[in-house]
């Protein structure tokens, strides 16, 4: 009877660890947060936070087609690419209150990444100096000399 007792107490004490975490957070699994992949039942996870944007999807100004081809999985970079720093002041009131237990990159991360730094290395995200600016004043020069021309001589 003491035997048991002394045996159990840690296991008990381990599972409820496990369930409530020590840092207070509730978290699921990613397999979890698949699950929730239809237009009717839509997360998303952004840097470990689920949120849900079944209702959200049908007022993004982005439309729901790249929540839907994303759904239930995390979209930490495509939300990082396509959105001004304003768009983060939105996540709080999707957000589920789960965290996910085994946050890792996803593929569609990791595939981003990749492509980002293909770009990058190729050049594409380097200013290219002032060429609009230029291309604007001297179109307008021209137009004044054209109406001066016109009217003036
Ligand atoms: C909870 C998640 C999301 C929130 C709160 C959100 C919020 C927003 C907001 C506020 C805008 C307007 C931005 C502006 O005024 O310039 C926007 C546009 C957009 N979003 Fe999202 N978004 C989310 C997820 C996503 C995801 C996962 C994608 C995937 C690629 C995406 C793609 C876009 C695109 C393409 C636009 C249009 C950009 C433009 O027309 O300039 N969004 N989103």
């Known amino acids: 009877m003491c035997e048991d007792s002394t045996v159990n107490l840690p296991s008990i004490v381990s599972v409820q660890v496990l369930n409530s975490t020590a840092d207070g957070k509730k978290y699921i699994t990613s397999e979890e947060s698949q699950k929730h992949n239809k237009a009717s039942d839509?997360?998303?996870s952004i840097q470990g936070k689920v949120y849900n944007v079944t209702e959200w999807a049908k007022i993004h100004p982005?439309?729901?087609?790249p929540l839907m081809n994303l759904a239930g999985q995390d979209v930490t970079d495509a939300f990082i690419a396509f959105h001004p720093g304003l768009a983060w002041q939105h996540l709080?009131?999707?957000?589920?209150?789960?965290?996910l237990k085994?946050?890792?990159?996803?593929?569609v991360s990791k595939d981003y990444r990749k492509l980002a730094s293909e770009f990058a290395k190729a050049g594409m995200f380097e200013k290219k100096g002032h060429g609009v600016i230029y291309s604007l004043c001297f179109?307008?020069?021209?137009l004044s000399a054209c109406v001066y021309w016109v009217f003036i001589v």
Do not use: A, M
């Not at 709080?92 to 965290?99: A, I, V």
């Not at 179109?139 to 021209?142: G, T, Y």
């Open 92 to 99: 709080n009131k999707l957000f589920t209150g789960y965290h």
């Open 62 to 65: 982005g439309g729901d087609i």
């Open 102 to 107: 085994d946050y890792q990159v996803s593929e």
């Open 42 to 44: 839509l997360w998303i």
């Open 139 to 142: 179109v307008s020069l021209l």
